[in-house]
């Protein structure tokens, strides 16, 4: 993962895209009740942060709900307004730990989540969606629990420092990326992949695996299409304008 943590980011704009990705995400159908949690960083070194309220449904989340966070914040979890438990260790430490990765989405989306419940969890590369991750994600296979505590927050932010996508066994995924636009297609096409394996497996027929040197080739081809992850955003931003424009108050 590259970025330029130096760049200079226009607050308004990512508190926009934030909301957005939140209620797209309700939309999908890949919220879970009123957890999970998304963030975006503010500032070069990544400690100063936007994430979700704790609770708040991710349909109803405007872009001035989020609030700005201080990973080194010692007493951030005493006060009324404290963030989700899970929500401050695992994003607290990987903003801390890992300044490149300037967006971290985790939810609990269906298809990703039921692979990480099975014993082997990766995504094998039978189509082109699985195999634009291939060398390029991680697989937590040691579950602790709800992860909030600070050995589990360490041990997700160093992973997500080795692989922009994290699938997390028993758990779920969490996905990194330089803008909100391109974590969230992260997010999207893992889905989409999780749950063409899925199906897949389902036939009980033999899968067609690419070989690693194809799948590698294919990976490697996803990176001419970075450009898309934001046309696909900015249609998707489109389709809420046009029917709920509320996420930008």
């Known amino acids: 993962m590259t970025a330029d943590i130096s760049a200079p980011v226009d607050e308004t704009a990512l508190r926009v895209d934030l909301a957005a990705a939140f ?3 309700a939309r999908f159908g890949w919220h ?3 957890g999970n949690h998304f963030s975006a960083a503010l500032t070069p070194d990544g400690r100063r ?9 991710f349909a109803t989340i405007r872009a001035s709900d989020l609030q700005i966070l201080d990973a080194d914040d010692p007493d951030v979890m005493t006060r009324p307004d404290a963030p989700d438990p899970s929500a401050w260790c695992i994003h607290g430490h990987a ?6 990765a ?3 989405i985790h939810c609990h989306p269906i298809s990703a989540t039921t692979l990480s419940t099975l014993a082997d969890p990766r995504l094998l590369p039978i189509d082109q969606n699985a195999a634009r991750f291939f060398g390029r994600m991680a697989i937590d296979l040691e579950c602790g629990g709800i992860a909030d505590q600070d050995e589990e927050g360490i041990r997700i932010a160093d992973l997500l420092a080795s692989a922009p996508t994290l699938l997390m066994a028993n758990h779920g995924l969490s996905v990194t990326g330089q803008t ?3 974590a969230f297609e992260n997010l999207y096409f893992f889905e989409k992949a999780a749950d063409t394996l899925l199906r897949a497996y389902a036939t009980g027929r033999p899968l067609s695996v690419m070989t690693d040197e194809i799948a590698t080739l294919t990976a490697e081809g996803w990176d001419a299409y970075r450009g898309a992850s934001f046309a696909h955003f900015a249609y998707l931003k489109s389709v809420l304008d046009a029917e709920d424009p509320s996420y930008r108050d």
């Open 95 to 100: 903003h801390r730990r890992v300044p490149a």
């Open 32 to 34: 879970e009740s009123v």
């Open 180 to 182: 909100v636009a391109e």
């Open 23 to 25: 209620r797209l995400a």
């Open 49 to 57: 942060f936007l994430m979700n309220r704790k609770w708040q449904h």
């Open 102 to 104: 300037r967006v971290i």
